[in-house]
């Protein structure tokens, strides 16, 4: 009962942070799988990556449904993302070991305070008067940019995608969302296909709660933010990404 309640919780957080924001679950669920069931870090990573992969899955669905995805450029930037992946992989054996786990846990935060503070205005049309081939270069070199951090660091891609995609491509923020869990979608499948290739099949319990719970709530949040104005979306994916940061601190902290 223990561990379904923990999955759960944990799956409410990961849901609600790919939903609305792209977020990857790894950032909520492997935590509270560490810290609260015990489980290998690298058995709790395995199963954070695949609940991302249904999760962020149906994610994009809903956004490329109401239009919100741009599915040419999100291509061209995946194909970047997973390339310097394996470049920022191979130089991290390279460089001595350096502690970056709370990275993407601050860049949660600091991103929640951001929508709060200085909410993304960005209009469709606006998005669609830049240059198509301005647009793949800048989509080349940002997937560029997060696969190497995420090889390098092992940090979450997820919201350094949404940030650059929101700051330095101008995506107004449903098509940024849904572009980053297309994404997401992916990546995830191919980081959870390597984890259990090399570590072998998880608690399949544990597996099967994380997936379900962040499937369910991923839906949820997706369906609110597609019918959500933009200010709306905004206020709740910032106040989201601040109580997901906050938490996750606490969890490791505890840890």
């Known amino acids: 009962m223990f561990q379904f309640f923990i999955c759960f919780i944990a799956g409410i957080g990961a849901g609600l942070g790919t939903g609305f924001a792209g977020m990857s679950a790894a950032a909520v669920i492997s935590p509270m799988l560490i810290t609260f069931l015990g489980l290998p870090a690298y058995e709790a990573v395995g199963i954070a990556l695949a609940s991302d992969v249904l999760a962020s899955a149906v994610s994009a669905y809903t956004y490329g449904k109401n239009k919100n995805l741009d599915i040419k450029n999100g291509i061209v930037m995946m194909a970047a993302v997973l390339i310097f992946t394996l470049v920022g992989s191979f130089a991290a054996s390279l460089v001595p070991n350096t502690t970056m786990g709370s990275f993407s846990v601050f860049m949660t935060l600091l991103l929640g305070i951001k929508f709060i503070i200085r909410p993304v205005m960005t209009t469709k049309e606006s998005m669609k008067a830049v240059d198509s081939r ?86 949820i949040a997706a369906k609110f933010a597609n019918k959500a104005s933009a200010a709306a979306l905004n206020r709740a994916t910032g106040i989201v990404l601040a109580i997901l940061g906050l938490s996750i601190l606490t969890v490791n902290y505890i840890k």
């Open 134 to 219: 301005k647009r793949i270069v800048q989509s080349i070199l940002s997937g560029t940019i997060v696969g190497f951090i995420c090889g390098f660091i092992g940090a979450s891609g997820g919201m350094m995608m949404l940030l650059l995609l929101t700051s330095v491509l101008g995506y107004e923020l449903k098509t940024a969302v849904g572009t980053s869990v297309f994404i997401m979608a992916f990546t995830a499948f191919t980081g959870a296909a390597s984890h259990f290739a090399i570590g072998g099949m998880p608690d399949m319990r544990c597996l099967v709660f994380c997936v379900a719970s962040t499937l369910l709530w991923a839906r």
